[in-house]
């Protein structure tokens, strides 16, 4: 029995992955991973997720080349969600930035971008998303 059996999928068979940069401890991401997903993910050793918009599975970065090599995996107390510590190729967020947290709250209450876009997405993303 693997110790992907003794995990905590929701109710759609889902949990969810918090992905970090194994360099800067800067939290990259978080997605949701289907048994199949994880299993992919643990056996090439790049971040897979169950696409839910789409219903499907994918590599993280199949489309704009910015995947993901997986360094280190914790899972939390209660078994129910996942941290994968990786090596970010380019950028993790679809809109063109390191991270998908780029945007911090201001003290007037709107949002501020605090990161430099790394790639521009209407040029990474041409066929649609």
Known sequence: M????????DEK???PAI??????GKVLTLCYMNK???EKTLKEGKIYLFRRSKGKLM???ETSG???AVREVSIDC????????VEQERAACHEGYFTC??????PDGSFVVEDERIFDPKEVYKKGK
């Open 13 to 15: 068979g889902l949990i």
């Open 59 to 61: 590599l993280k970065g």
């Open 101 to 106: 947290y780029f945007r911090k709250l201001g």
């Open 66 to 68: 910015c995947t993901q």
């Open 36 to 38: 199949e997903a994880l």
């Open 2 to 9: 693997s110790f992907v059996d003794g995990l905590n999928f």
């Open 78 to 85: 209660a078994d129910n969600s996942i941290l994968f510590r």
């Open 19 to 24: 992905i970090q940069d194994h360099n800067s």
